[in-house]
C-alpha cells in the first residue's frame, strides 16, 4: 500500500458527461501528479499540483482540468468525454515539487479505471 | 527530450529462469532511470531507481539493474523467476529538478511452469 488512495475504483459513464476523479496523496506530501494510461498511448504524465498551485503540465487535453485543495487532495476534472478518454488514470504523490539536484519519489495510487460509452 | 524504449511488449520465461527485460533511454542530460512494477488492477510500484553513484542498483523482489551510459541502457534482470514475478514492469526516466516521469511502453512478464 503506497498509502495514495483514489475513489472511485471504477466508473462508467457515456460519450459527453463529466466526471470528476479524486485523489488523496501520502500524508505529509505536497505534490500531486495525474497520469493516465490507456492503450494506444501507454502511461502518460497529465499534470501536477504542488501545495495548491500548479506546477507542470504534460499532455493533458483542454477538456480536462485539475486542482489541488487547501488539505492537499487532487481532483481530475474529465469533462466532454469520448470513447478516447477510456484509460486508467493514476495519481502519484511527493514530497515535494521538483527540486533541482533532487529527485522526489513518486508514489503512485492504484488508479481509477474510467470507460466511457 | 527524454525518452525510453523497452524492447518487447511481452516476454516469456521458465519458472526458475533467467529474466532480462531490456530498456534503452535517451536523455541529454544525467538521467535518472527507474523500473516499476504493475500487478493485474493495481498501481505502479518502484523496484529500482538510479539516481546518482553506483550503476549496479539492487531492487525488491531480487530484481537489479545496471546503468550502462556508454550503451544507454538500463536493463532488469533476475537470476530466477517465480510464478509472482508475472507482471507489467515498465522502464521510467526523468531528470534532476524534473516533475514528469517518461514511462516506456511496458513489458508484460508471463512465467511459464
Known amino acids: 500500500d503506497s498509502g495514495v488512495t483514489q475513489t472511485p475504483k471504477h466508473l462508467i459513464t457515456a460519450t459527453g458527461q463529466r466526471v470528476t476523479l479524486r485523489c488523496s496523496p501520502r500524508s505529509g506530501d505536497l505534490s500531486v501528479y495525474w497520469y493516465q494510461q490507456s492503450l494506444d498511448q501507454g502511461l502518460q504524465f497529465l499534470i501536477q499540483y504542488y501545495n495548491g498551485e500548479e506546477r507542470a503540465k504534460g499532455n493533458i487535453l483542454e477538456r480536462f482540468s485539475a486542482q489541488q485543495f487547501p488539505d492537499l487532495h487532487s481532483e481530475l476534472n474529465l469533462s466532454s468525454l469520448e470513447l478516447g478518454d477510456s484509460a486508467l488514470y493514476f495519481c502519484?504523490?511527493?514530497?515535494?515539487?521538483?527540486?533541482?539536484?533532487?529527485?522526489?519519489?513518486?508514489?503512485f495510487g492504484p488508479g481509477t479505471r474510467l470507460t466511457v460509452l | 527530450a527524454q525518452s525510453v524504449t523497452q524492447l518487447g511488449s511481452h516476454v516469456s520465461v521458465s519458472e526458475g529462469a533467467l529474466v532480462l527485460l531490456r530498456c534503452n533511454y535517451s536523455?541529454?542530460?544525467?538521467?535518472?532511470l527507474f523500473w516499476y512494477v504493475q500487478y493485474p488492477n493495481q498501481g505502479l510500484q518502484l523496484l529500482l531507481k538510479y539516481t546518482t553513484g553506483a550503476t549496479l542498483v539492487k531492487g525488491i523482489n531480487g530484481f537489479e539493474a545496471e546503468f550502462k551510459k556508454s550503451e544507454t541502457s538500463f536493463h532488469l534482470t533476475k537470476p530466477s523467476a517465480h510464478m509472482s514475478d508475472a507482471a507489467e514492469y515498465f522502464c521510467a526516466v526523468t531528470m534532476s529538478g524534473a516533475s514528469k516521469i517518461i514511462f516506456g511502453s511496458g513489458t508484460r512478464l508471463s512465467i511459464r511452469p
Open positions: 502519484a504523490s511527493s514530497t515535494t515539487g521538483g527540486i533541482a539536484g533532487a529527485y522526489n519519489e513518486q508514489f
Open positions: 536523455s541529454s542530460v544525467p538521467p535518472y
